[in-house]
């Protein structure tokens, strides 16, 4: 497990104190990807930098399987990071070395021997299927080519931790998803807790079990993805789940049929289980009442499904309330919408 203890990190700029961290206190489960989300200069890759140390903490302590990184001495936590593999947004790499030279560059800095290099080497190759690209130049890959050598350099000493960087930033979407179904893969097979860093809603929806949403250096927001996304607190929380998953109707549209039947528009949230069955069917069989479905969307996040329905009831009060405690019953989340709900 990671944790973050009361964290803070500030620099000075031109006589002004620039806190990057403010008392962060955040727990990352060991073996799962955890995702970082936030808007530029919430701080989020100062936080993953901590990790490693690459930035030191003003206040606070790091604590990773039960060791207080910030109170290691430099020696110690040298032998530590090995234990910590990076990936970065521009891969990286030394341009005038080989695939194999980059791969091959951490296990030489720990002293492997030349034939436990060569069989590791081969066996990241496989791994990252770029076997026939062993002696080709960075200038030579694609940049998803470019980045699985990243992969497979930052896995070379058999890491505990991968960090990741805006690892797929700079990738277009079908490599992105290319390299992220790697990244669950190392996950999958190799158990290696993964921390990313990304300001994609969906690269956070594709892999990552939790999530922690920041903004001004500070956590504002954070759980279990699937409980993030069916039910965001934070307005930025809700800014960033609206990019893949609509979470609201338009206005002006809000507003027109507000005008003809008040408090009648209502959005649907079915999760799981819940998406699969034809709930909706059997309530209209049972209910005398109308149903307008204005909008529907459905998402799989990290295995599970949520599906969503912006729908107008109409009909007696009573019984659409019977109706609306018929839904509930079968584990649909019902929201009453309008201009100002």
Sequence with gaps: ???????????????????????????????????IIGYSGAGKSTLIRLINLLERPNEGQVIIHQKDFTALDARTLRQERTNIGMIFQHFNLLETKTVAENIEMPMKLVGLSKEK???????????????????????ELSGGQKQRVGIARALAN??????????????????TKSVLELLKKINREQGIT?????????????????????????VIEM?????????????????????VLQQQLPRNILSQLEHQHEHSIYCLQFLGKAAQQPVIQQMLKQFDISLNILF??????????????????LGDEQILQQAID?????????????VLA
Excluded: W
Excluded at 4 to 23: E, M, P, V, W
Excluded at 117 to 139: G, S
Excluded at 211 to 217: C, K, L, P, R, T
């Design 158 to 175: 058999h890491p505990k931790i991968l960090l990741c960087d805006e690892a797929t930033s700079a990738l277009d979407p079908q490599t």
């Design 117 to 139: 290099r060569q069989a590791r080497l081969n066996e990241l190759l496989t791994f990252i299927d770029l076997a026939h690209k062993k002696n080709a130049y960075p200038d």
């Design 194 to 218: 993964i921390v990313m860093v990304t300001h994609e809603m969906d690269v956070i929806e594709r892999v990552c079990d939790h999530v922690a949403v920041m903004e001004a250096g500070k």
């Design 326 to 338: 018929y839904l509930k019953q079968h584990e649909v989340e019902v929201r009453q919408e309008g």
């Design 1 to 35: 497990m990671i944790q973050f203890k009361n964290i803070s990190k500030h620099y000075q700029l031109k006589g002004q104190t620039i806190r990057a961290l403010d008392q962060i206190n955040l727990e990352i489960p060991e073996g799962s990807i955890f995702g």
């Design 223 to 243: 759980g279990a993805t699937i409980d993030i996304f069916s039910n965001p607190q934070h307005p930025t929380t809700k800014n960033f789940i609206q990019t």
């Design 296 to 313: 529907a969307n459905m998402t799989e996040i990290n295995g599970t499904v949520i599906g969503q329905m912006f729908v107008q009831l």
